[in-house]
């Protein structure tokens, strides 16, 4: 399996394109999941007997397969980028949805208490302390999302989208390796560079959780 | 929408669908063939490197690049990649699930063998026990529960994702979905969706009651 390199200079224009669609889709796929799972991680949080509905829903998404899911909204949504967001969307809930919860629970109960305790109303107790406490857990979430839908965008190309994915097909169909190689490969790298940039917001985001571990 | 849902259900539960080389009931067993040979095989290769790797203590750095790198790999790119590589063969469809499966069992044995109490081991080899007696009388039973839902999560991938055997020619439920794109028949497409994701919970649902009745007794 050879790699034919002037097909790739040849189509540096496209390949970036793709990239960029690709990316597009799995951070907004990302975006939509947080918007969802957080409000509902905050409601499964405090009323418990929601809390394993949600998770357990979640779940049942979760064994769907994702070209399934693709294609069952195509009566919906037809074949459209929407379709591939709202796909990778409910993949992302999964993750998000439980880290999240398990991110909320894991913030200690005194600390809470004190907040409330110095007369901080409920709504800046949830912003202002669970939720800054809640964050490595929720980031770790965030970064198995954003990692899975780089992965995951590629599955779209069955319906016509797909970013990168569309290199597969396009391989496939004519039988040429090295656009299939290069999606490979640059699927991986989008991951890799995602995940740490990640890694570094983390970094900053939350400064204690470096000075316990210099202590 | 009503009508395309009256017409899946008529195509889910009709007959003839069921029936020949091309029916429901001999497309799920192609289905289920592949998706229980690639999580076989990919157990047979994951649980001894968990294992090792949870027993030993080294490598934990490998296992959990391994997981983020195995969760990055787009199958579909993996099994054309291997089909150009290999032809018309099997290879593409297993080499794709057995890489998808291998990072969850991995993962999931090496954090069980971690999540075991280092007192017991300690408290096992201060009776004498040797290396090998400690890793399976003592640290395999007790991350049996964790190994077990890594298994499972792999299985479920797997069956969810053995739909792209159909992608390269060969059979299983995908058939119907691939099938139904190319000729733009809305109703085969979702209903070798539905199949697969109700084979898919009906597995999880199973394989989740079967783990709770193995482990009543513990409180894992």
Do not use: C
């Not at chain 1, 379709?83 to 629970?105: P, Q």
């Not at chain 1, 989208?161 to 999606?183: A, H, K, S, Y």
């Amino acid at each position: 399996m050879t790699i034919e390199w002037s097909w790739i200079s040849g189509h540096a224009g496209d390949l970036a394109a793709l990239t960029v669609s690709h990316l597009q889709a799995a951070l907004s796929a990302v975006f939509f999941g947080l918007l969802i799972s957080l409000p509902l991680a905050v409601v499964a949080h405090r009323i418990r007997p929601l809390r394993g509905f949600l998770l357990g829903l979640s779940n049942v998404f979760f064994t769907i397969p994702s070209i399934a899911i693709f294609v069952l909204l195509l009566p919906v949504s037809g074949l459209t980028r929407t379709t591939t967001v709202i796909g990778l969307t409910v993949y992302t809930l999964v993750v998000l949805l439980r880290n999240t919860v398990e991110g909320l629970d894991s913030v200690p109960t005194r600390t809470k208490e004190a907040a409330t305790a110095m007369g901080t109303r409920p709504l800046r107790v949830l912003l202002t302390v669970e939720l800054p406490l809640a964050l490595p857990v929720i980031m770790a979430g965030v970064r198995i999302a954003t990692v899975m839908s780089i992965s995951l965008v590629s599955v779209a190309t069955y319906i016509g989208d797909g970013g990168l994915g569309q290199l597969f097909t396009d391989g496939f169909q004519r039988n040429f390796p090295t656009p299939v190689l290069v999606g490979v490969a640059l699927t991986l790298l989008l991951a890799l560079v995602a995940d740490a940039l990640l890694v570094a917001v983390q970094h900053v985001l939350t400064p204690w959780t470096r000075q316990k571990r210099g202590a | 929408m009503y009508e395309l849902f009256k017409n899946l259900g008529a195509w889910l539960v009709s007959g003839e669908q069921w029936s020949g080389p091309d029916g429901i009931a001999h497309r799920l067993a192609e289905h289920l063939q592949y998706s229980l040979l690639a999580t076989l095989i990919a157990a047979a290769i994951a649980l001894p490197v968990g294992l090792l790797i949870g027993h030993t203590g080294r490598g934990a750095f490998l296992a959990i690049n391994l997981s983020s790198f195995g969760r990055a790999l787009p199958t579909v790119g993996l099994v054309v990649l291997v089909f150009l590589a290999s032809g018309l063969s099997m290879w593409p469809v297993y080499v794709a699930l057995v890489a998808l499966a291998v990072p969850a069992i991995v993962t999931n044995t090496y954090a069980g063998m971690t999540a075991v109490d280092p007192e017991v081991k300690d408290a096992a080899r201060g009776q004498g026990m040797r290396a090998h007696q400690v890793l399976f009388q003592v640290e395999l039973p007790l991350a049996l529960p964790l190994i077990m839902t890594g298994l499972r999560l792999a299985l479920i991938q797997v069956v969810a994702t053995a739909t792209i055997a159909a992608y390269v020619s060969f059979g299983g439920l995908g058939r119907y979905v691939f099938d139904g794109l190319a000729q733009r028949d809305l109703v085969q497409v979702l209903g070798g969706a539905v199949l697969v994701a109700v084979i898919a919970v009906v597995l999880d649902l199973a394989l989740s009651a079967l783990q709770r009745a193995l482990f009543r007794h513990r409180p894992a």
